[in-house]
């Protein structure tokens, strides 16, 4: 079936460090992909998307890359901040006929430290 | 503008009673969906509605759950009668135009179920 599969947490980097989080995902046709963050005690918010194979989405210095042939959404950011300690949400849209839903990863939490 | 707003935000109870959370999606969004996180099972979706109708409800566990979306602008989730198990946060959210599955779903803040 339909399903995403994220590198476990929790991940812990230094201030300014590069972060990469792997997301990799099983679907039939093609799916919508999806990074959602969550902040400590808060509901999830969209980080990015990719709709088509070879997109890149990008948001807040994130950027993944839909990839089709390793079926892969990788997170990226270049420089980490304190502020991007929470939880990140990998997640692939599937269905048919105007009924659709998210399928999310397990998550995968970074601590970033001063 | 305000967001999704869930109410209550936390709810102790003791097994065997009648929980109802409630949720009011962004003004002018058509579709609503009702959430669980757990830490064992993570995030599922329970139901979504889609101009008030229910459109796929076969996340919903067992008949002691059920969903209601009497107008655009408010929905309940009723849990009745309550078990232990069922302790989790539910997440309502909504969308401006889910139809083609690539839309911005936005999430409200959550409640926080315990069952005693």
């Known amino acids: 079936g339909d399903s995403v599969t994220q590198m476990e947490g929790p991940v812990t980097l230094s201030e300014e460090a590069f972060l990469t989080i792997n997301c990799t995902y099983t679907?039939?046709?093609?799916?919508?992909l999806f990074w959602y963050v969550q902040y400590p005690g808060e509901g999830l918010q969209l980080l990015l998307k990719?709709?088509?194979?070879?997109d890149k989405g990008s948001n807040k210095g994130f950027e993944a890359t839909y990839r089709k042939e390793t079926t892969s959404f990788h997170l990226e950011k270049g420089s980490v901040q304190v502020s991007d300690s929470a939880v990140y949400f990998c997640a692939l849209s599937v269905g048919m006929d105007s009924s659709y839903k998210l399928i999310f990863g397990s998550g995968t939490r970074l601590l970033v430290r001063p | 503008d305000a967001g999704v707003i869930q109410s209550p935000r936390h709810e102790v109870t003791e097994m065997g009673q009648e929980v109802t959370l409630r949720c009011k999606p962004i003004s002018g969004h058509n579709s609503l969906f009702w959430y669980r996180q757990t830490m064992m099972r993570g995030l599922e979706l329970l139901i979504y509605f889609n101009n008030n109708v229910p459109i796929d409800d076969s996340g919903m566990p067992e008949d002691r759950f059920s969903a209601k979306m009497p107008n655009a602008s408010f929905s309940t989730l009723k849990i009745q009668p309550s078990e232990p198990r069922d302790s989790a946060v539910y997440f309502c959210?909504?969308?401006?135009?889910?139809?083609?599955?690539?839309?911005?779903?936005?999430f409200g803040p959550g409640t926080r179920l315990t069952v005693l």
């Open positions: 959210a909504s969308s401006l135009d889910w139809a083609g599955g690539s839309d911005t779903q936005y």
């Open positions: 990719a709709t088509k194979a070879d």
């Open positions: 679907a039939t046709g093609y799916p919508s």
